[in-house]
């Protein structure tokens, strides 16, 4: 680990300065999340030097934006490896490093990762101070004031540094509340404030009355009311690219004792001119020329989020009743072009996947069709609002869940694999998925026109079936069966249908191949009929076995006591699955389409010797 705490000011810039050329020249060769963390460096560096890693939990939100602080922990030399299958993940990580406090790569936690350390803290009788480091745009979401109310009325002793890097909180007013933020960010400001509260406790009722007024009308021209309203001392706005000034700002609040925010305003990318500001394509970026910024990524086969986001924009067109919501990712569900053209049915309300599926409850009841479009992985966070708030009133919201299965390089925080389960258990919901180009369209239709709670899932990227025109148009819980075989049955779920298909074609028999399309209502009557021509089944869908595919099938086996069916799944197995390279993950995993056309050829063998 590398301890600055010596460092002077000129090393500690210099040492910014070098963070970001190592940054830089990882991510332009591998990916990942450049103008936040780029903004980031300067707040990283003052962090380092002011609070000790080695004790105090220094607690990152969503983590994107903590590369320095992974150099700055010992990872330097490794650094290159960044988001690689087995190298350092792009999120801390606690099994990576002892000094990553804790697992981040959902938003808005970390206010409550704090509380919770401060207690524990407190309870142990020991002298360490909790930091949390949250962006702008984390502070959307309701769990972070929930955190906040808390620690307001509690007092425990935590520094909260907000990274402002999009747009203020509250806005600065010209030169009088520059003036104002940098007197409270000074230690004098600080120091007067609590010997005039510790004066108000002596002074008669009518003269504290007075003083608590003059007090109150000073904050309302201060940026800090909010925070200093719910008991959390507010400093700031501060420059959050001066090392010096945050190095001072963060000495004074680390000898308050209190609760205290921190808000700092960064540019994104800086250091790098072509990322600079508010852009949103560089908040995460694949591969890319240092030199233009051109990104390396090369053309390929259309994805599935851009399929259903030009369906989306056509239904919209045709049907004034359709709408739509998304949380804060707005292009990476394609959202982006609907939002453009009809801004007042289609929202992003930012990080608050809870908000967003409850707000849509109204518009179905009120005759619209909402399409909730989320990533898989996010919807876990609007879990209990699936259930209360829309499966509970049977409203027709279709989820549309984006990133379903292996997402590659974000890991184990973004993995796509529980939806099914998750889903599957709520009363009144519907579930199907698409294989290909064709198949979205005819999902996407049969949600618009489907008056009931339903979800269907898509892929990152492309499917992994090639489009057919002749799959015929989704019908309530009936599925396709796609090719006749002998002896076996390959049954496929959305994505699976692709890898079914590419296994088949590796087999030594042909089998059977069946585009499940609904696993819930299953096609009961098409599985009854192919279990008395076909013994062995295979299952293959991007999701967890416990209470997926394959457990919906069995249960079905069990119900109609068709003991004879052999299944095989295979689903992901129960553990979290690491980050990397797609196909180097799932062929650690065994899950490639020649891995399994081998597991099924010698497991055909051995049943019949």
């Known amino acids: 680990m590398t301890d600055i705490s010596t460092y002077s000011s000129e090393e500690l810039n210099a040492l910014a300065e070098k963070i970001r050329k190592k940054i830089l020249a990882t991510v332009s060769k591998t990916g990942g999340h450049l103008s936040s963390t780029m903004g980031a460096v300067d707040l990283i560096v003052a962090m380092h030097k002011v609070f000790d890693v080695r004790k105090d939990p220094f607690i990152f939100d969503v983590s994107h934006q903590a590369y320095a602080h992974k150099l700055l922990t010992g990872r330097w030399e490794k650094f290159d490896t960044l988001r690689k299958f087995g190298g350092i993940c792009g999120y801390t990580k606690p099994q990576e490093s002892e000094y990553d406090y804790y697992v981040a790569g959902h938003s808005s936690t970390s206010i409550s990762l704090a509380v919770g350390a401060a207690k524990a803290i407190a309870l142990k009788g020991e002298d360490r101070i909790p930091v949390a480091f949250i962006g702008d745009g984390s502070m959307s979401?309701?769990?972070?004031?929930?955190?906040?109310?808390?620690?307001?009325?509690?007092?425990?002793?935590?520094?909260?540094?907000?990274?402002?890097?999009?747009?203020?909180?509250?806005?600065?007013?010209?030169?009088?509340?520059?003036?104002?933020?940098?007197?409270?960010?000074?230690?004098?400001?600080?120091?007067?404030?609590?010997?005039?509260?510790?004066?108000?406790?002596?002074?008669?009722?009518?003269?504290?009355?007075?003083?608590?007024?003059?007090?109150?009308?000073?904050?309302?021209?201060?940026?800090?009311?909010?925070?200093?309203?719910m008991g959390i001392e507010y400093i700031g706005p501060v420059d959050g690219h001066n090392i010096d000034s945050l190095i001072e700002t963060m000495e004074v609040a680390k000898t308050l004792g209190k609760p205290v925010i921190i808000h700092a305003q960064t540019t994104k990318g800086k250091g790098y001119e072509i990322a600079e500001g508010t852009k949103e394509h560089w908040h995460g970026v694949s591969a890319f020329d240092l030199e233009t910024g051109v990104s390396e990524k090369k053309a390929g086969p259309k994805t599935a989020t851009a399929v259903f986001s030009e369906t989306l924009v056509k239904m919209a067109e045709e049907d004034e009743k359709i709408v739509g919501v998304t949380a804060a990712m707005p292009s990476g569900t394609g959202m982006s072009a609907v939002m453009e053209k009809y801004p007042e049915r289609f929202w992003d309300v930012a990080i608050a996947e809870q908000h967003a599926v409850t707000s849509m409850g109204p518009l179905a009841k009120e005759g619209f069709k909402p399409f909730c479009t989320i990533y898989s992985t996010f919807l876990q966070r609007g879990y209990d609002q699936v259930i209360h708030d829309i499966a509970l009133m049977d409203l027709g919201v279709a989820f549309a869940l984006d990133r379903a299965g292996i997402v590659g390089e974000d890991g184990e925080t973004h993995q796509g694999v529980f939806d099914i389960s998750y889903l599957r258990a709520i009363p009144n919901m519907t579930l199907f998925a698409p294989y290909n180009e064709t198949t979205m369209k005819l999902c996407m239709a049969f949600a618009k026109e489907f008056d009931h709670p339903c979800a269907f899932r898509y892929p990152r990227g492309a499917f992994l079936a090639n489009d057919r025109s002749d799959e015929p148009a989704f019908e309530l819980g009936r599925s396709n069966l796609l090719q006749e075989g002998e002896e076996m049955l390959l049954i496929g779920y959305g994505n699976g249908v692709g890898r079914a298909l590419k296994v088949a074609e590796l087999l030594e028999k042909t089998p059977a191949v069946l585009d499940l399309r609904f696993v819930k209502p299953l096609d009961e009557e098409m599985l009854e009929a192919l279990g008395k021509q076909y013994k062995q089944w295979y299952i293959f869908s991007d999701s967890v076995k416990q209470g997926g595919v394959g457990s919906a099938i069995l249960e079905l086996l069990s119900r109609k006591q068709m003991q004879d069916i052999v299944l095989t799944s295979f689903e992901y197995d129960d553990m979290f699955i690491t980050h990397g390279n797609t196909k180097l993950v799932e062929e650690s995993l065994g899950l490639l389409p020649e891995q399994l056309a081998a597991r099924v050829n010698q497991k055909n063998k051995k049943q019949k010797s």
């Open 141 to 229: 979401a309701g769990m972070v004031y929930e955190a906040l109310n808390e620690l307001g009325d509690r007092k425990y002793p935590v520094v909260i540094i907000l990274n402002d890097n999009e747009m203020s909180i509250a806005k600065p007013i010209g030169a009088i509340s520059k003036l104002l933020s940098q007197t409270m960010a000074g230690s004098f400001y600080q120091k007067f404030k609590g010997k005039v509260e510790k004066m108000l406790d002596h002074f008669p009722d009518s003269a504290s009355y007075m003083a608590k007024r003059f007090e109150d009308s000073f904050k309302l021209i201060t940026p800090g009311i909010l925070f200093e309203e």
